[in-house]
Nanobody, 116 residues
Framework: QVQVVESGGGLVQPGGSLRLSCAAS????????MGWYRQAPGNQRELVAR???????NYADSVKGRFTISRDNVKNTVYLQMNSLKPEDTAVYYC??????????WGQGTQVTVSL
């Protein structure tokens, strides 16, 4: 079994910052990549940022320069530092973990709301 647990969501004003964390635990042989996706009401789930085991990253164009993804390979944890938040960043944020020979695992999601 693999568990993926997110934390760090909440309510923040436009221009503010939040830091999301996601920890993977359980029967993990090797993690290929960890990433963050988000889904706003009425929209499809979309990639926000992803980081591989070697440290390569990719970001959605809408968050480049504002969000930073990082990873602690020892703790099997990924972080998403979100700065200069905008109302359009409001969504449920999901953590995804790609594990060698096991496939993809998702967290339960954490709500991020950017509003006055």
């Amino acid at each position: 079994q693999v568990q993926v647990v997110e934390s760090g969501g909440g309510l923040v004003q436009p221009g503010g910052s939040l830091r999301l964390s996601c920890a993977a635990s359980g029967s993990i042989f090797s993690i290929l990549a960890m990433g963050w996706y988000r889904q706003a009401p009425g929209n499809q789930r979309e990639l926000v940022a992803r980081i591989t085991s070697s440290g390569s990253t990719n970001y959605a164009d809408s968050v480049k320069g504002r969000f930073t993804i990082s990873r602690d390979n020892v703790k099997n944890t990924v972080y998403l530092q979100m700065n200069s938040l905008k109302p359009e960043d409001t969504a449920v944020y999901y953590c995804n973990v790609a594990i060698v020979l096991r496939g993809n695992y998702w967290g339960q999601g954490t709500q991020v709301t950017v509003s006055l």
